[in-house]
């Protein structure tokens, strides 16, 4: 299984906010069963397979298109590890969150 993390910015919007894009691309997440998903305040972060993962975001890229925006610019942050191919987003954060516990630091 692989983590990603995802922000897909459509140019040329009539008005500065990106509200509405945001959203068709969360309703276009809800749609599809490939990967798990969980919007964020700067973006998306997904998990799954990682063939599941690259079609989920050639299909949100293509989104903003669809809405009519001339451009769009996406970023993916991409990581597997295979020798724990059960890792989830959730185990990630855990495992920050006892290392904290664990050591509060100064």
Same mark, same amino acid.
């Given at each position: 299984?692989?983590?990603?993390?995802?922000?897909?910015?459509?140019?040329?919007?009539?008005?500065?906010?990106?509200?509405?894009?945001?959203?068709?691309?969360?309703?276009?997440?809800?749609?599809? /069963?490939?990967? $798990?998903? +969980?919007?964020?305040?700067?973006?998306?972060?997904?998990?799954?397979?990682? &063939?599941?993962? #690259? !079609?989920?975001?050639?299909?949100?890229?293509?989104?903003?298109?669809?809405?009519?925006?001339?451009?769009?610019?996406?970023?993916?942050?991409? /990581?597997?590890? $295979?020798? +724990?191919?059960?890792?989830?987003?959730?185990?990630?954060?855990?495992?920050? &969150?006892?290392? #904290? !516990?664990?050591?509060?630091?100064?």
């Amino acid at each position: 299984m692989a983590t990603a993390d995802l922000t897909v910015i459509g140019l040329g919007r009539p008005d500065p906010s990106a509200g509405a894009y945001v959203a068709a691309i969360q309703r276009r997440l809800a749609e599809q /069963d490939r990967v $798990r998903y +969980r919007m964020h305040a700067m973006g998306t972060s997904l998990e799954g397979p990682t &063939e599941d993962i #690259l !079609a989920v975001v050639g299909d949100l890229h293509a989104v903003p298109f669809e809405l009519g925006l001339p451009r769009v610019y996406t970023v993916l942050k991409l /990581d597997e590890r $295979r020798d +724990r191919p059960d890792q989830t987003l959730d185990d990630k954060v855990a495992s920050v &969150e006892a290392r #904290l !516990a664990a050591d509060p630091g100064p």
